[in-house]
């Protein structure tokens, strides 16, 4: 008898009719012949609401409080689907992660999952019962509770699915699939049977909010095969994710993805010796500010220096002007711009690698538009362009047409992105 780990997302749990929706999901799986571990998020925008009622109490909520705060959204939503599998007819029993003993770093917030303890789950699977855990948290050796960032939910799902070698792992969320763009900016999108880790990878941390990116590095790392698909079309099996080594690649890009929330920072003359780069990046890493494309331009002969590029959270732009002052100090800069008016658009493909010509594909039909790329980056699998927000939706519509992520003609979509 295999095991199935499907987990459901707050949009699938979001009322009671839903959890009882979730619950025939469930039962359905167990029918199959298959034991079921199920992982729950939070019902609905719990967790934003908790995090809101926390902001009027205090602006500084001590960190281990807000853990124990938002890990109590997760267990309302497990115990009411172990109550509705109980209804119909089913054993069912649900665990917080301090029961089932996920082991998490002492780093409150985003703590990562070190280990998952077998016993109990275990005991319940052989018992012929249905395990319900809940997503988004752990617990520390000294017996803290820890989550494990937004979204975290995915990620809890793999590492159990990882741990119980589980055959596969089911996100079940309000998508009914990976689509090649989002179909909100492309409407004739088309939906993914089949994607790698490596491809979604990029595309999550591009923007693509479909997996949080730790669930699908963890699925790589374990081999886990994931499918994304939807609590509301039961018999839709929507994207299975599975590595490229098992993939057979027909296009060169997969998908496309758009991110307007970051801003550009642009650090002006920074002195051309070594170590500048080094200070500078540390100046953020202190403050924990991650930093995605970053462009040093070549030094000018005349003066001696270089200009440093590199993006931010848009959310980190208050923490990054309060080094403002230290980065002038340590490093002289004539000038230091913050440029809000950005979106990256990034494609994204496992085929891209070793066929040349894919990156002039991407430039000439940006420039074929007259938009103007602010900076460029790439890794074996992507190539990702900052243009001008307002230019966004046309290079996406654009590239999609290029790089055949469409079905039928595309829709002529201009203006502002949607968040
Ligand atoms: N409830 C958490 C959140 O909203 C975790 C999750 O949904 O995955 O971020
Ligand atoms: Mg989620």
């Known amino acids: 008898m295999g095991i199935v780990v499907q987990k459901f997302g707050g949009t699938s ?17 167990k029918l199959n012949g298959n034991k079921v571990i199920v992982v729950v998020s939070a019902m ?24 124990i705060l938002l890990s109590t959204g997760e267990q309302v939503s497990m115990s009411l689907l172990a109550m509705a599998i ?7 029993v649900s665990l917080n992660g301090m029961q089932v003993g996920i082991m998490t770093e002492p780093k409150h917030g985003r703590a990562r999952i070190v280990d998952i303890k077998q016993e109990r789950v275990k005991k319940y699977l052989d018992n012929d019962e249905i395990v319900i855990v809940a997503g988004f948290q752990g617990i520390t050796e000294d017996g803290e509770i820890t989550t494990l960032g937004r979204g975290g939910s995915d990620t809890s799902a793999v590492a159990l699915a990882a741990a119980f070698n589980a055959d596969r792992c089911d996100i079940y969320s309000d998508v009914e699939a990976v689509y090649t763009t ?5 409407p004739t999108a088309q939906k993914l049977k089949v994607t790698s880790y490596e491809e979604m990878l990029e595309l999550a941390r591009v923007g693509a909010n479909v997996l949080h990116p730790r669930s699908v590095e963890t699925a790589k790392l374990f081999g886990v095969p994931m499918r994304v698909r939807s609590s509301f079309k039961l018999d839709d099996l929507g994207t299975l994710i599975i590595g490229v080594e098992e993939m057979e690649l027909h296009k060169p890009v997969t998908g496309l ?19 500048n780069a080094g200070k500078l990046f540390a100046l953020l890493a202190e403050r924990g500010l991650s930093v995605d ?20 959270d848009k959310g980190d732009v208050a923490k990054f002007e309060e ?82 992520l469409d079905g039928a003609a595309v829709a002529d979509v201009k203006g502002d992105l949607p968040d």
């Open 13 to 29: 749990v979001a009322d009671a009719e839903k959890i009882k929706n979730v619950a025939d999901a469930v039962i359905r799986e």
């Open 44 to 67: 609905g925008h719990t967790t934003d609401n908790l995090i809101k009622l926390s902001k009027e109490i205090t602006t500084k909520p001590p960190e281990r409080e807000m853990d």
């Open 86 to 92: 109980n209804e119909k007819g089913h054993k069912a």
């Open 182 to 186: 989002d179909p909100r900016v492309v």
């Open 257 to 275: 993805a758009c991110d307007s929330s970051q801003v550009r920072v642009v650090i002006c003359d920074v002195p051309d010796k070594p170590g």
């Open 293 to 312: 494309m970053i462009i040093q331009s070549y030094a000018r002969s005349n003066g001696n220096t270089n200009d440093i590029a590199f993006t931010i």
């Open 323 to 404: 080094i403002i002052p230290e980065i002038k100090e340590v490093m002289n800069p004539s000038n230091i711009h913050i440029d809000e008016d950005i979106a990256k658009v990034s494609i994204v493909g496992a085929g891209m690698i070793d066929r040349p010509g894919i990156a002039a594909q991407m430039f000439e039909a940006l420039a074929e538009l007259g938009i103007n790329i602010k900076m460029i980056s790439t890794s074996e699998i992507k190539i990702s362009c900052l243009v001008e927000k307002c230019h966004a939706k046309e290079a996406v519509v654009a590239l999609c047409k290029v790089f055949e």
